[in-house]
Nanobody
Framework: VQLQASGGGLVQAGGSLRLSCAAS????????MGWFRQAPGKEREFVAVIRWSGGFTYYLDSVKGRFTISRDNAKNTVYLQMNSLKPEDTAVYYCAAGVGIILSVIRVAEKYGYWGQGTLVTVSS
């Protein structure tokens, strides 16, 4: 599967952005889809994940209540709605896809076999 992330940009603190990740491939609906981010000088970190059915989602504690991950399998697209953005949310955001990822390692980037190119989110104070 090939992934194309978009929707990043510059926003003031408290603002909102919606990231999209379009996937190619007929088996998109079988993939677990995740969002990760990497801030300058920091390690890549897990942000959110959604299972293939959309029935299970999981978030980084610091984004709970502010970010919402969703997917539209008919459009082969996963979204990350980001509200109440903070300067510390500034990072390059990556979407990722994987199969057979068990819950205990669902936040581990190395478990995802496919990655998009990243989209930059900058939150000004």
């Amino acid at each position: 599967v090939q992934l194309q992330a978009s929707g990043g940009g510059l926003v003031q603190a408290g603002g909102s952005l919606r990231l999209s990740c379009a996937a190619s491939g007929r088996t998109f609906s079988s993939y677990t889809m995740g969002w990760f981010r990497q801030a300058p000088g920091k390690e890549r970190e897990f942000v959110a994940v959604i299972r293939w059915s959309g029935g299970f989602t999981y978030y980084l504690d610091s984004v709970k209540g502010r970010f919402t991950i969703s997917r539209d399998n008919a459009k082969n697209t996963v979204y990350l709605q980001m509200n109440s953005l903070k300067p510390e949310d500034t990072a390059v955001y990556y979407c990722a896809a994987g199969v057979g990822i068990i819950l205990s390692v669902i936040r581990v980037a190395e478990k995802y076999g496919y990655w998009g190119q990243g989209t930059l989110v900058t939150v000004s104070s």
